[in-house]
């Protein structure tokens, strides 16, 4: 495993090689007038809601800013679609693919051994912190960055279907989310999401998209770390913002990695809208003092709506590292909300 020295977190290379993966007119006016004051009334009850409280959004999300003085925190952003899942709840996440168990917790170990460790980790996050629902997630490579190009000429490789149907058949046991997040290499984030709408098409499934392995400079992915626009990340909200119109969802989540500067430009530029909660995910590993300082330098300074934070299980405790707990995670400025366990 390769490792950046530049003042920047550890890079994880997760890309690996495969071989090739109804009531009858006689109805008195009695009848018909108390049954239309039935469905008048059935009417009103199950007229959706169109709002949220806003009064209640604002607090938390000054809760979550954890007296930030800055005036950056909370970010100012459009209020999202009711049912949206942040800032009332806190996502734990374990990631990776079910074809290596090297590549993440949620392909390393079997199924049952698996989903009890997501639990035992979204049970500390919940005594950790009340104010808000703890949720687990599967947070599923779906398409895989490649050192050789392919017969696609796209140096990656997008999982089968079975896959996603399978993670999606784990989740429902446990309530959890699922996340397909895709390495793009020398596609795009449009062609590679578009490829997936059935799927983010589903109330519980969201999306990710890792900039470290856009290769835009035409470099093998691995070689170096890559780079995402504020256009392509606005590629990615149009998609699921338009899937949500559609189809009457909720608000999907989109969650971004970062560790370094370069991974994501004019961040300034990147939509905020309704129908898509943003969440910049401080990727890397590394000691707490270094993974801290690139949460400050790429995730606080440069704010885009919700934060969130990835903890390794093997190489953030190694040597003298120890892996943050959530006592100490609360006490960042912003509180994450999203925790993805590799």
Not at 24 to 41: H, L
Not at 140 to 160: D, E
Not at 164 to 170: E, K, P, Q, R, V
Not at 274 to 290: A, K, N, R, T, Y
Request: positive net charge; aromatic residues 12%.
């Amino acid at each position: 495993m390769k490792k950046y020295t530049l003042a920047i977190l550890i890079s994880p290379f997760l890309f690996f090689a495969f071989t090739n993966c109804n009531q009858s007119k006689s109805n008195t006016v009695e009848a018909t007038a108390k049954d239309s004051v039935a469905i008048k009334i059935d009417s009103a009850k199950k007229k959706p809601i169109t709002t949220i409280d806003t009064a209640d959004y604002n607090r938390r999300m000054i809760a979550l800013s954890n007296k930030d003085t800055t005036g950056m925190w909370p970010v100012k952003a459009p209020y999202p679609l009711p049912g949206a899942l942040l800032p009332y709840h806190r996502i734990i996440a374990f990631y990776g693919n079910l074809y290596s168990k090297r590549m993440g917790v949620l392909g390393e170990y079997p199924r049952a051994e698996m989903i009890e460790k997501l639990k035992v980790e979204v049970a500390k996050w919940k005594a950790a912190d009340s104010s808000v629902t703890t949720i687990p997630a599967f947070h599923y490579i779906a398409v895989s960055a490649q050192g050789a190009p392919g017969a696609s000429n796209r140096y990656n490789m997008r999982m089968p279907f079975k896959q996603i149907d399978t993670l999606l058949s784990w989740a429902k046991p446990i309530n959890a989310l699922v996340f397909l997040d895709i390495q793009v290499g020398h596609s795009t984030v449009k062609e590679e999401v578009s490829q997936l709408e059935e799927y983010l098409a589903l109330p519980n499934v969201h999306l990710g998209i890792d900039p470290e392995f856009s290769m835009k400079s035409g470099h093998v992915p691995g070689k170096k770390i890559g780079t995402m626009s504020a256009d392509d990340i606005n590629d990615a909200i149009d998609i699921l913002a338009r899937i949500v119109r559609e189809k009457k969802l909720t608000p999907k989540i989109l969650v971004v990695h970062r560790f370094t500067q370069g991974m994501v430009t004019n961040y300034k530029a990147i939509k905020r809208v309704p129908e898509v909660q943003i969440v910049m995910d401080m990727d890397g590993f590394g000691s707490q003092v270094l993974k801290r300082s690139t949460y400050l330098r790429y995730i606080y300074r440069e704010p885009v709506q919700f934060t969130g934070f990835k903890l390794f299980y093997k190489n953030d405790n190694w040597n003298d590292w120890k892996m943050y707990t959530p006592e100490q995670l609360l006490k960042f400025a912003p509180q994450p909300s999203y925790i993805q366990f590799q």
